[in-house]
């Protein structure tokens, strides 16, 4: 006689079970280990700020261009304060995206370009020069400045566009390599410069800079792609554990070993239960793992964040579910594993692109899980910017992970 | 070994091969990643500024703008939608052209000039897009710049990214079809007892073998052609092109006779392929990125056969330019057949022990 077994104890032993055949399968505990340690290194390593200025060399110095004018103005008519003003004002204010470095040289700022001399910034801001040919050292404590394009101005620009001489010529020095727009956009620039000086207004009226931008205005303060891959990172290893469990899965169905389990007090829908619980808590846990090794988790956000893990670890259970179930072998279960992951993988990617996603990446169903980790982490969105979103993953959840059990239930019947 | 068993085999293999679904991967992972590395994920290697235009009246701001390189454009109906857009980050900027507006700038009245920034869009685009709009509303204005601007280029223009990426593409279908495709199928006739079955008949171990790597060698082949031509990127040297695809056909699908031979299982072979991804895919990195560099690229095997896929097809090359890499790969092929033979017999005895 043997005293009645409880459903808890007996799916806690199926879930020792599982702990046991996945730390066995060799080939997916190295994959999980690496992922656990190689994303969280390799998010290290990228950039945390975005450089969205364009870097344009000019010569000669702005300075020297005004002293050269000064004659000139005064001649014009100008006062002596007047003068005093313009050797004060800043005349990239405006232009914000333009990052300035000045040389006196013109012939030196074309070698630069050119590639046969490099530019390097010191800590105090200042620019040395270095002959990459004669193979001279590479200056301490100092950042390498990549010119591409250059405006080589004359000595007198600003004196003869403000005397309306004919004839004045500017030289853009470009590497070839310089997307069109940039260059076509410094012609412009350089144009448009010289109109201001000529004293030749607008043909247009422009409304002021606030009401012409649209939305947070985020001008040097743009999301660094280490911001944008941080949500990306913990939904690729909540859907890299789909193929360990998918695999686990796959395992017991192929080798029968269900067919054992179910023949002691176990019944399917312990073995459904158990399956559930270990895949949603692998996943989470990994999940977990990483995020507190990237990071990305607020007093705000954590609850926002922790909800859509748990989500996105269920749903991904329940694709795991279907696609063990579903293959006839390892490389069949591998191929359904690909089959489903592949489009699952897009919505992430929709994150690096700017602006909105498509309407059929909306569609998928692990888009609202990624949508509302970019949303809490790269954009405070709060329990209620994303209630849709989250709703949204609960359908798909709820479709996938019971078409998970069916298919699952429905092999396990049929061994 | 008997070529008559050979071709025997081989004809099984392809008869049965489409069941397979490392075959269906073969074929349609060329296609797929041609789909998502060129065309939807082609913007994120080359990113232009976005403009958004609403006009009202066929304005010469905007025909002047969709003949410009570098901008991508988009044409709308509605302000409203346009302004949507914009502050979505859809679009960098907005510019809303009225009825009249050209006129009114040539008259000199001075209209309004309605350009929204999306407050996402980088300081670079910014400027881009307002400096070239008010050169172009200057220039309809009719006035005489003050000054003239020449453009000197230094250099030439390097290769896309397009391009460059064409070499990762031939990569994936030469590992799926040369390697995955004959290695598993090698190691699923041994999971299923297939081998064992095939060797007590007249075939020899060689026999088999050498079918795989036919059926690799001829798959790869295919795919590899097949993506070239995805790609645009076949050359019209055809003849020579298909030296090149051959050879490397035939080096890959000997790694994966080497790996379906060592591998026990399915579950070993998909390790041993995730395992030495990186080391295989190491090479493609180095098309990528051309300032590394490139004698790194030549300590891994694939190089010599990339390379010479790269010089004669991408680049319209000759085949002399690359017979040193086409010997190497020769060479690591022909090294590879005592290795396979050697780990094949251990196997068999194995098998054969039961």
């Known amino acids: 006689m043997s005293r009645p077994v409880s459903r808890a104890s007996i799916i806690g032993a199926l879930l020792k079970k599982e702990l046991k055949a996945y730390s066995r399968d060799k080939v997916y505990l190295i994959l999980t280990l690496v992922v656990l340690l190689l994303f969280p290194v390799m998010f ?8 969205e200025n364009l870097t344009l060399a000019v010569s000669p110095s702005i300075s020297s261009m005004i002293d050269g004018a000064k004659d000139t103005f005064r001649e014009m008519g100008a006062t002596e304060a007047q003068l005093a003003e313009l050797d004060n004002a800043d005349f990239t204010e405006g232009e914000e995206g333009l990052a300035l470095v000045e040389f006196d040289d013109a012939e030196e700022m074309q070698r630069v370009i050119d590639g046969k001399l490099e530019a390097w910034r010191t800590e105090d801001g200042d620019i040395v020069l270095r002959d990459k040919e004669a193979d001279e050292d590479k200056p301490e404590d100092a950042e390498k400045v990549n010119l591409d394009i250059g405006i080589a101005f004359p000595e007198s620009f600003i004196a003869d566009v403000a005397a309306e001489k004919k004839g004045v010529t500017v030289t853009v020095y470009s590497d070839a390599n310089v997307p069109e727009e940039i260059q076509g956009a410094m012609e412009s620039f350089v144009r448009e410069a010289a109109y201001q000086l000529a004293g030749k207004e607008l043909p247009v009226t422009m409304a002021d800079e606030d009401s012409l931008v649209l939305g947070e205005d985020r001008a040097g303060d743009q999301i660094s792609l280490k911001d944008k891959f941080r949500p990306m990172v913990i939904f690729m290893v909540l859907l890299m554990e789909t193929f360990s469990m998918a695999s686990l899965v796959s395992t017991e169905v192929l080798q029968r070993t269900v067919t054992s389990v179910l023949v002691t007090p176990a019944r399917v829908s312990d073995f459904l239960i158990s399956k559930t619980i270990f895949g949603t808590f692998m996943s989470l846990g990994q999940g977990l793992i990483v995020l507190l090794l990237v990071g990305g988790l607020t007093a705000d956000n954590w609850s926002l964040i922790l909800t859509t893990l748990l989500l996105g670890s269920v749903m991904f259970t329940g694709i795991a579910l279907f696609v063990g179930a579903s293959g006839k072998d390892f490389m069949g279960q591998l191929f359904y594993s690909m089959l489903f992951t592949i489009p699952l993988l897009i919505p992430s990617f929709s994150v690096l692109f700017p602006g909105t996603a498509a309407v059929w990446v909306k569609v998928l169903p692990t888009y609202p899980i990624i949508d509302t980790l970019v949303g809490a982490m790269s954009y405070g969105a709060t329990w209620s910017d994303s209630i849709g979103s989250l709703a949204y993953a609960t359908a798909w959840l709820v479709v996938l992970f019971f078409a998970g059990l069916f298919q699952l239930k429905r092999k396990v019947q049929t061994l | 070994m008997t070529p008559r068993l050979t071709f025997k ?13 490392i075959f269906l991967w073969a074929l349609i992972l060329p296609f797929a990643l041609t789909l998502i590395l060129q065309v939807a994920f082609g913007s994120l290697f080359n990113p232009e500024p976005r403009l958004g235009i609403v006009d009202d009246g066929d304005s010469q701001i905007t025909a002047q703008i969709e003949g410009m390189e570098g901008i991508d454009l988009v044409l709308l109906d509605d302000v409203e939608a346009l302004k949507t857009q914009v502050e979505a980050n859809d679009l960098d900027a907005g510019l809303v052209l009225p009825s009249g507006f050209d006129a009114a700038v040539k008259n000199g009245d001075r209209p309004d000039l309605q350009f929204y920034i999306g407050g996402e869009s980088y300081a670079s685009n910014r400027i881009i897009l307002s400096v070239t709009t008010l050169d172009l509303v200057r220039d309809l204005e009719g006035s005489d710049a003050p000054v003239t601007v020449e453009v000197v280029n230094f250099g030439t223009v390097g290769l896309p990214m397009s391009v460059r990426l064409v070499p990762v593409i031939v990569f994936y279908a030469l590992v799926m079809a040369g390697i995955f495709a004959p290695g598993s199928n090698l190691v699923e006739e041994k999971e299923h007892g297939t081998l064992m079955a095939l060797l007590v008949s007249p075939a020899k171990i060689g026999d088999v073998l050498a079918a795989k790597w036919a059926l690799g060698t001829i798959l790869a082949s295919i795919m590899a052609v097949a993506t070239l031509v995805l790609n645009n990127a076949l050359g019209s040297n055809w003849l020579e092109v298909l030296v090149v695809v051959l ?13 379906g031979t060592f591998a026990k299982d399915s579950t070993i072979m998909f390790g041993m392929i995730k395992g030495l991804g990186i080391f295989l895919f190491a090479p493609t990195l180095f098309y990528i990125f051309p300032e590394w560099p490139q004698w790194i690229a030549k300590l891994f095997p694939l190089y010599w056969i990339l390379e010479p896929i790269w ?6 090359g000759s085949i002399t330019e690359v017979w040193f890499e086409l010997a190497v790969a020769i060479g690591i092929t022909i090294a590879l057949i005592p290795a396979v033979g050697f780990v094949a017999r251990k196997v068999q005895t194995q098998m054969a022990a039961g």
């Open chain 1, 44 to 51: 290290n390593f990228l950039p945390d700020s975005v450089d």
């Open chain 2, 247 to 259: 050879v490397a056909a035939s080096l890959s699908s000997m790694v994966g006779l080497l790996m």
């Open chain 2, 311 to 316: 010089v004669v097809s991408v680049m319209g």
């Open chain 2, 9 to 21: 085999i081989l004809r099984k293999d392809i008869a049965l091969g489409p069941r397979s679904p």
